[in-house]
């Protein structure tokens, strides 16, 4: 049996981030091969993951990060927000957004399949879940490309967006504000020209039926859920929402005044809380 020393013990869990008995023991039973104590620290994450995969893993953080002309944003879950707030949890989900953002999946699956500390991240995950002793899950992944592109991450890393503007150069903090704009009043669409039109028959539905209970008569209807539907924009699509910084102009008026040109190609959104 090979002698198992302290550093060779630290080598492993600065490795794998178990702790220090799980890596001992793990190294005892691989006879001093790392190779296989990783392994055997991997299959007791395989079996701490098959043991709670009924759990819902409805906690966790959302992060986001911006570079140039590509954003992305993650939501790596976990059961409790005790695990959430842990330190090695929250390093474990930005490894995996830069990783995301150096490599630019295709999307969830094609993420997943792309390595971090020699294992895909997949099998970090499963790994990890052995190591914290709760079911883990990477939720969410979404990117956005654009001339410039602005990430926000809400304080309590629940809430994170991005912004793509359509033009490079623009002072950044205005970049920050719409994306901060965006998690705080939660726009359905860019302008009312993206809205999605069962969206909209859906809007004017409410209106009509609104106005139906208020007694107004039938041939107004129309006309009056097409002005209901006129306020749903301008509350509900970013550009023409009130700016939260300055209630007095909209969006799209912040972002002329720092270039007439400017404006918004595309956003996104994710709350762990939905």
Known sequence: MAQITAAEVNKLRQMTGAGMMDCKKALVEAD??????QQIIREKGMAVANKRSDREASEGVVLAKAEGTNGVIIALNC???????????VKLAEKILNIALEKSPADLESLTNLEIDGLKISEKIIEQTGVI???????YFDKIKADQVAAYIHSDKKLATL??????GIDEQIGKDVAMQVAAMD????S??????NVIEKELEIGRNQALAEGKPADMLDKIAQGKLGKFFKENTLL???FIKDNKISVEQYLQQADKSLTVSDFKRYSIKQ
Request: proline residues 5%; glycine residues 6%.
């Open 192 to 197: 009312k020209d993206q809205v999605p039109q």
């Open 32 to 37: 001093g091969d790392f190779d296989k104590a």
């Open 79 to 89: 059961e409790t927000d005790f695990v959430a707030k842990n330190e090695d949890f």
């Open 163 to 168: 912004v793509g503007l359509t033009k490079s």
């Open 133 to 139: 002793g709760e079911k883990l899950d990477l939720k």
């Open 240 to 242: 023409s929402q009130s």
């Open 187 to 190: 726009p359905v669409a860019v």
